[in-house]
């Protein structure tokens, strides 16, 4: 079946540090991958998606590759700030099923 | 324009007893689906829709039922609570069935406590 596997947290850095989340998928067909992140208090927001292989989803300085021969498809930032601090979830749609990853808890120190 | 609304925001309920979570969007969009978010797990899909009076399983159906008599609404109906069922539930919603391609926007949740 279809799974997404992302690294635990809780992850703490320092502000303008370099951040990456691991995530790696299993599906049995041609998924497409996202990012969303939830804010405290509130509902998951779209971050970034790639709907192909080698497709990159970006979007507010965060980047992801869609890595086919590695099934990964990991987040990444350059500098990250205060307001980054939320939690991170990894997913995958194959045709309408919907799999999340576990969250990454990120805390941004200033 | 106020998006993907659910009601209530919290709610206590004694094993046994039966409720109806609601969930309403006003974007037109035909995808609609529930999930639960439970700690260490993520997100998981309860049931979805792809249109008015369409509905399917998802990944965790069982002690759940919808119905999508609307477009606008997708109600959850739990119809014998259990401890198990403890879990923040989310509402989404995307402008077709093929949610692929389309961005999902989520309810700001129900935390639902099951004594």
Redesign the interface.
């Known amino acids: 079946g279809n799974s997404v596997t992302q690294m635990e947290g809780p992850v703490t850095l320092s502000e303008e540090a370099f951040l990456t989340i691991n995530c790696t998928y299993t599906a049995t067909g041609y998924p497409s991958l996202f990012w969303y992140v939830q804010y405290p208090g509130e509902g998951l927001q779209l971050l970034l998606k790639a709907t192909k292989a080698d497709d990159k989803g970006s979007n507010k300085g965060f980047e992801a590759t869609y890595r086919k021969e590695t099934t990964s498809f990991h987040l990444e930032k350059g500098s990250v700030q205060v307001s980054d601090s939320a939690v991170y979830f990894c997913a995958l749609d194959d045709d309408n099923d919907m799999r999340f990853g576990a969250g990454t808890r990120l805390t941004v120190k200033p | 324009n106020a998006g ?1 609304t659910q009601t209530p925001k919290f709610q206590v309920l004694k094993t046994g007893q039966s409720m109806t979570l609601q969930c309403a969007q006003d974007m037109n969009h035909e ?1 609609m ?1 529930w ?1 639960r978010q439970d700690p ?6 309860i049931h ?1 829709s ?1 249109g008015a009076g369409i509905t ?1 399983q ?2 965790v159906p069982n002690g759940y039922n919808v119905s999508r008599s609307t477009t606008e609404d997708f109600p959850l109906r739990l119809l014998s609570a259990a401890p198990s069922q403890t879990s923040v539930y ?1 509402c ?1 919603s995307s402008y077709s ?5 389309n ?2 926007f ?4 129900t935390r639902l406590t099951v004594l």
């Open positions: 993907v995808y689906s999930y260490g797990m993520g997100l998981r899909l979805y792809v399917d998802g990944e989310f989404a069935g093929r949610s692929s391609y961005e999902q989520f309810g700001p949740g």
